[in-house]
């Protein structure tokens, strides 16, 4: 990859301490993690012995405050060597920034310094069985009762649901009000009337734990709501507004490592008397992989820099930069499969596994579809 030359002197050494950590520690472990469908417990501490979970994070709470370019320079770094861990890495950020930019001091004094260190782990439930792209359309219910909100219903797709300290639910308070009525609240671990539901089976990113959650009569104190009523929506979607670059990232993440993959194969794999990369059939296909992913990285690195530069309303360039990346990891990835022939099909080799992990980056956090949605939106001024 070639160096970009407006990183800061900072930005450059949290992305080589990265790199260093995910290609040392992260990497050996991905393809047994992969296999074994299991928590990737090595992945988890190499960050957390790093001081990686600390950059997006106030000095004030015991961050670095690197910010959101710098959280994208991470999240490819990670996604390179896994993209599963990338995504428990990310969800650390996903589940923690409501906190940071709509909790009181109070709730930001009791979670943001545990979330920087490591010590305590977040998550995001936003997603119900019948409300996905639909994200107004939540079922889950909150009532007020004195001094608690009781909340009743099923969440799903939640990262790391059965291993985070508190989550940021989504929740409303009236359905009929649809996204003016959505709540947020920070449900700890433990409390009565939550349960951690079925894990599910994936495609890919499997050693990242993706669960439901079950609220039965579950009270939770009126001091863990975030925000105000009817504020959630909002919250979900400023937060994904910075989060989204750093999950285009973490298709960068993959599309590089498929990438890399293929060259060296190719300069490798002889047929014909030849290594396949004399081939311009084979030489074009590399060139188009280069360019979808330095593409992709570039618009990943204009949304983040937009945040840092405190420019709000980046939705258009969020969402371009978060579509545009996911749909060029697919295609690098499976280009590189492609590259490899029938070994690319093997487990053998890494890159079905890029191909699998791929296909997420599609669908989470915004359907590539939703995505050209809200771009067109923007874009049309409707």
Known sequence: MNDLFYLTDEQRMIRDLARKVSRERIAPHAARYDETETYPEESIKAIVESGLYAIWVPETYGGTDMGCLALALVCEEVAYACAASGTQYLDQALGGLPILLFGDDAQKKKYLPGLASGEILAAFSLSEPGAGSDAAGLKTTAVRRGDTYVLNGSKQWCTN?????????????????RAKGVTAFLVEKGTPGFDVGKKEKKLGIRASPTVALHFSDCAIPAV?????????FRIAMATLDRTRPATGSLAVGIAQAALDAAVGYAKERQQFGQPIAAFQGI???????????????????H????????IGGNTYEASMAKCWAGDAAMKVATDAVQVFGGYGYTREFPVERFMRDAKIMQIYEGTSQIQRLIIAKELLGA
């Open 303 to 310: 949304a983040a820099r937009q945040v840092d530069a405190g």
């Open 224 to 232: 863990q709501r975030l925000g105000s009523e009817g504020e959630g």
């Open 161 to 177: 649901g059965d291993h985070a300290d508190v989550i940021a639910v989504f929740a409303t308070v009236d359905p009929s009000r």
């Open 283 to 301: 030489q074009f296909m590399l060139a188009d992989m280069a360019m979808q992913t330095h593409a992709a990285r570039l618009m990943v690195h």
